[in-house]
């Protein structure tokens, strides 16, 4: 039967879609242009039409659509808390800058930048920069002047850019702007919903990591037990979708940005994460209904409208609106973030690896589309059971890698450890400040294992238990595994092999790496200064990574679809999807790819918030099953 969807709620997501470019985030108004060069002129856009037809016509339409939309979400998600804006102007210059003049003065940038220094607003290595001219400047002397300034300021920068604005914005005197970045609101909200969780539940994350343990390898698998897949096979589906790029390009870029201290605060989070998807994966079980086909449904759809329900019927309505935001949020999240996006990037690094996929992208993505939709077509059964193969063997490839780099460099691995902990607490460079390097690490394991986003819970609701807090359990050692080990071992290699400080050295690739905020490619040409023929190894393992992360955001994805419109749209979905594995390898619109991020990081919002009002209902079913398990009541299946 075809569930009654409320207008208010996809009126309220639809805004998200159709927002138009007058409607930026008042929470964004002071936040500087990141762009590392932008246009110089307002409104010029390139005429696609002469330069790739119609396909890339359509490309740039996506790419300005996704834009506005990208600003007005990220406005929001990421809104910079506790942030400050100060500005420098340089004196006694009015009028166009031309070159021959003061634009290439060496002590223009030098004198603006010493005014907020001496005031104490501005720290170099911490703060965005942008450097702004008087509308009719000369664009050549700007570019210059760009690139000679990059190499004395870009060190340790989030970002520089030199504009030249028009209109409201328009400036008639040099003025250089310092963004001293705060916490992002997505992340904090993460965090904090992550220590209250943990303490909530008496760190569960460490008294249960034993019993977690005990239940993945199957110690209490009872095969009568309700449900479609087995604990492992539960497990494997939501590594599968966090284990991927994040580790291998997110971690390289953190610790570039972050120094070296960023490591410990991502093990932090991943720490504190275990008990986030905990509770959540917990309540996806608490919640879960069996679905007319047969096939079990759960997670933050469920259990938000279920569960706050259940908790009060004044919270029913609210319920009904966080869950259906949610599951908006998820399919978007799993056509762009956890599909196009995965397809876009492998097969950027597969092309430079292997020459024959130059030119031929839709190769790779018509090949993608059919290994995906074999698999996907199968339902959860299928994907698990590809899941729990596929885990096991990209980990071990990649973790194994990584050891025997270690184990080559063992002597030097007392002093990373010394320089990670050094950077966590008393940082000297990259970011700058404490509150910096905290942030580069709470975000990137954010990033990394989803926990609080609410999308593995999805899969784990499909696990065959009686018992919801055993798969709680099981379901903490997704973050363990994807940031406590595997992150902390590509950091570890980047730390090692100084990769992260090759902007003060000679290495130009991987300066251009950092530049260019590229850490795939930073990462392999970390480890294929160590081993010659590593690059493509790991250009295998991306192609593993990402169709992993694929196969799991497409249920994902179907179950959100499902829960919306019915079970007899399932296949309207697939379709969708698989339309989207091939679409990722031929387009180059980035805002579209980026828009996924957003989309999954957003899906925090309405989980966490319900997630907090259901946690004593968690702790009631946590304290009954520990105290059976502590009096060993429960039969083991050795």
Known sequence: MRRRIPIVPLLLASLCFFAPSALASPLQSDAPDTAAMPDLEAGDTPTSEADGGWWQSFNDGA?????????????????????TTDSAVRLGITGPVVVGDYLVDPELMTSLVDVLTTNGKLDPLESNLTLKFPYGSDVAGIEALHASLLATYGQGSRSFAITVPEGSDAVSTVTLDAYSPGVPFAVLW???????????????????????????????????????VSHFQALASALSATVGLGNIAGVAIAISIGGPGATFWMICAGFLGMTSKFVECSLAQMYRVKRPDGRMMGGPMVYLSEGLKDLSPSLATPGKILAYFFAFLCIGGSLAGGNAFQVNQSVKLMSSQFSMLEGNEW????????LVGVVIIGGIKRIAATAEKIVPLMCGIYVLACVFILLKMAGEIPAAFGTIINGAFTPAAGFGGLVGVLVQGFKRAAFSNEAGTG?????????????????????????????????????????????????????????????????????????????????????????FFAYSTIISWSYY??????????????LAYKCLFLA???????????????????????????????????????????????????????????
């Open 63 to 83: 790419n300005n659509t996704f834009g506005t939309v990208n600003r007005f979400l990220g406005g929001y998600i990421f809104y910079d808390l506790f942030h």
């Open 190 to 228: 993460l965090v904090l919903g992550a220590i209250f969780f943990t303490l909530r539940m008496g760190f569960i994350n460490v008294r249960g990591f034993k019993h977690a343990i005990g239940v993945t390898r199957g110690l209490y698998d009872n095969p009568d037990d309700e449900g479609e």
């Open 363 to 370: 190769v790779y993505g018509l090949f993608m589309t059919v």
């Open 455 to 543: 999308s593995a819970a999805i899969a784990h609701s499909a696990a065959k238990t009686d018992f919801p807090i055993r798969e709680g359990t099981v379901a903490m050692l997704g973050p363990f595994i994807d940031t406590v080990v595997i992150c902390t071992m590509t950091a570890l290699v980047i730390v090692i092999t100084g990769a992260y400080d090759a902007v003060g050295g000679t290495d130009v690739a991987m300066q251009g790496a950092i530049a260019t905020k590229e850490g795939a490619v930073l990462t392999s040409l970390a480890m294929g200064g160590v081993i010659s023929w590593f690059p493509k190894l790991l250009a295998v393992a991306v192609f």
């Open 557 to 570: 994805g179907e179950r959100c679809w499902v829960w919306m419109f019915g079970d007899s749209s399932s």
């Open 580 to 638: 989207f594995v091939f679409l990722g390898s031929i387009v180059s619109a980035v805002n579209v790819l980026e828009f996924g991020d957003l989309m999954i990081l957003g899906m925090a919002l309405p989980n966490i918030l319900g997630v907090v009002l259901l946690t004593g209902k968690v702790r009631v079913k946590l304290d009954e099953y520990w105290e059976k398990y502590k009096a060993g009541e429960f039969k083991t299946y050795p």
